[in-house]
């Protein structure tokens, strides 16, 4: 719970100026490179043709799609497993706000790859990854930005995988990737490459930095990030690429001021996962009991989620300490805690056990948010 994701859950779709920027390089500013900015395709894969794509020819000769889709850092909620953990995590520590769902428009990749001779028989993709690009300019820790997506979930007939030019229905804006950015609708954000100009068929993941050496979550025992290269624990563990089932408390409103011995409250959030989510629940007793709240939207395969529903919980005024807290209007307050976890529809639940990890990434314990009463 907090401000970002308070303000966040206020709209849908997540107007530009709320939505989060994340950046391992410099912001390329592309505007006067784009008559002649170009993607590269190429790859080890048998029957495919090597292309440069023109980004105005492209634009022009496939058609549009459009996609709603939520873009979440694997980062977010970085603070809450910090906290939750009490044990210090490495990364920015952001709270719940990296996340914006947004219309996405843009070419299919699958379109494009067909046309430079991918396959479109599932069996002969199998096996590959599609390695996305940016070459514009070095990053912190490499001297380009790349990650990767298995072949076929990029090749996917219901899926929206694409090279996006638009944003929410206005072209992309230089932070988030003009002229064009990966959009890859269920992944984590980091795949999603911007100001993308090559893209690669191969039969290993992107070998770039922050595939294979970033945005994994190292299993508890790899306490620093020592041990991790010493043990080669990069190596062993698999990267992150679909999103978790996870949800967030972004607001609670007391609605009964008046009651002293019982109130009810209206708890706001969020729930995402890599497929839509099915169902929400929140608990007031610390996880006891579970109550169904309502999903108010979910537009399409992966948009978030946004939920709402109400608890009553009964407060015994009588146990209170009436020194011990904050007095007003003559009556001792409470903190309530009240906690979310999130069901989607393959059958997922939200992780709540999730651990401590060195990076700090794909944290999906409960939800929490509280309330003075
Ligand atoms: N070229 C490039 N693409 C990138 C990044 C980057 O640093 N460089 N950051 C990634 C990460 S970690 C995230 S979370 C998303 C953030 O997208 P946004 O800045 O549009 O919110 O972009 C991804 N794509
Ligand atoms: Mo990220």
């Known amino acids: 719970m907090g401000k970002t994701s308070l303000r966040?859950?206020?709209?849908?779709?997540?107007?530009?100026?709320?939505?989060?920027?994340?950046?391992?390089?410099?912001?390329?500013?592309?505007?006067?490179?784009?008559?002649?900015?170009?993607?590269k395709i190429d790859g080890e894969m048998e029957g495919m043709e090597e292309k440069v794509l023109n980004v105005k020819d492209m634009i022009a000769s496939f058609p549009r799609t459009v996609a709603v889709a939520a873009l979440i850092c694997a980062g977010n909620r970085r603070a809450k497993m910090q906290e939750k953990t009490g044990k210090e995590v490495r990364g920015i520590k952001w709270s719940e706000g990296t996340i914006a769902n947004a219309r996405w428009g843009g070419v299919l990749l699958r379109d494009?790859?067909?046309?430079?001779?991918?396959?479109?028989?599932?069996?002969?993709?199998?096996?590959?990854?599609?390695?996305?690009?940016?070459?514009?300019?070095p990053c912190q820790d490499d001297t380009s930005y790349g990650g990767s997506i298995p072949l076929?979930?990029?090749?996917?007939?219901?899926?929206?995988?694409?090279l996006a030019y638009e944003m929410n229905d206005a072209p992309l804006t230089p932070d988030h990737g003009f002229p064009l950015r990966?959009?890859?609708?269920?992944?984590?954000?980091?795949?999603?490459?911007?100001?993308?100009?090559?893209?690669?068929?191969?039969?290993?993941?992107?070998?770039?930095?922050?595939?294979?050496r970033d945005y994994k979550m190292l299993p508890e025992c790899v306490s620093s990030p020592e041990k991790a290269i010493q043990e080669n624990w990069w190596g062993r563990t698999p990267s992150m690429q679909r999103l978790n089932c996870n949800s967030v408390v972004a607001h609670i409103q007391c609605l009964t001021l008046a009651c002293p011995d019982q109130k009810t409250l209206k708890v706001t959030g969020y729930a995402y996962s890599h497929c839509p989510i099915s169902r929400v629940e929140i608990s007031a007793d610390d996880g006891e009991t579970w109550h169904e709240v309502r999903i108010t939207y979910q537009e399409g395969s992966w948009s978030w989620s946004l939920w709402e529903g109400e608890l009553v919980v009964d407060i015994d005024v009588d146990a209170l300490e009436w020194a011990s807290h904050g007095q007003r209007n003559g009556l001792p307050k409470t903190k309530i805690t009240v906690m979310s976890r999130a069901f989607d529809q393959s059958g997922s639940a939200q992780d709540t056990e999730c651990r401590w990890n060195l990076r700090g990434v794909g944290f999906c314990g409960v939800g929490v948010g509280t309330i003075e009463v």
């Open 8 to 39: 966040l859950t206020k709209h849908t779709i997540t107007p530009l100026h709320l939505a989060y920027a994340r950046n391992h390089s410099v912001i390329k500013d592309l505007a006067s490179e784009f008559d002649s900015y170009t993607v």
């Open 112 to 137: 494009i790859l067909i046309s430079a001779g991918i396959p479109e028989q599932e069996d002969a993709q199998k096996g590959f990854h599609v390695c996305f690009a940016s070459n514009v300019a």
């Open 152 to 162: 076929e979930e990029v090749m996917a007939k219901d899926g929206a995988a694409m």
């Open 182 to 212: 990966v959009v890859v609708p269920g992944y984590f954000g980091m795949r999603w490459v911007k100001w993308v100009d090559r893209i690669t068929i191969s039969r290993n993941e992107s070998p770039n930095f922050y595939q294979q």
